[in-house]
């Protein structure tokens, strides 16, 4: 199976978690900058989130997707919002790619606040599910 991550981060907390899903996946995380450019069985895809939603790099990635990913899995990190799925998952399904079910979210610093993540727990975390996604 061919797996990739990619990911936007503008504070490094998503990459800390990018990172670790890529290692885990035996893959190396990539910013969106680089283009999905072979047939991938699972997208690791992650984003930060912010008051105003996915950011629209994101978005743009996300619309030049094709159907050489057969899935997408959501991974994302935030300080005040719950997680970057519901967003993501409907620019994903507009594009008629399959989103799996399960995501990964944890904390991310902003500022001050939760200035101690993503932590060694949410790394392990991450690490767990990529297990888990890979199981299946």
């Not at 069985?41 to 992650?46: M, V």
């Not at 930060?48 to 990913?69: E, H, P, Q, R």
Request: some cysteine; glycine content about 4%; hydrophobic content about 40%.
């Amino acid at each position: 199976m061919n797996f990739e991550v990619r990911y936007l981060s503008k504070s490094g907390n998503t990459k800390k978690i990018a990172d670790a899903i890529a290692k885990t996946a035996g893959s190396r995380s990539l910013t969106i900058e680089h283009a999905v450019v072979k047939e991938t069985d699972i997208l690791f895809l992650g984003a930060a989130v912010y008051w105003t939603g996915v950011d629209s790099k994101m978005k743009a990635f996300i619309n030049n997707l094709d159907s050489k990913v057969k899935k997408v899995v959501v991974f994302s990190t935030a300080s005040f919002v719950t997680s970057a799925y519901p967003d993501m998952k409907k620019l994903l399904e507009k594009k008629n790619l399959t989103v799996a079910e399960q995501e990964f979210h944890c904390k991310g610093k902003f500022k001050m606040i939760h200035a101690e993540h993503p932590n060694v727990t949410d790394i392990e975390e991450a690490i767990k599910f990529t297990k888990s996604i890979l199981s299946k």
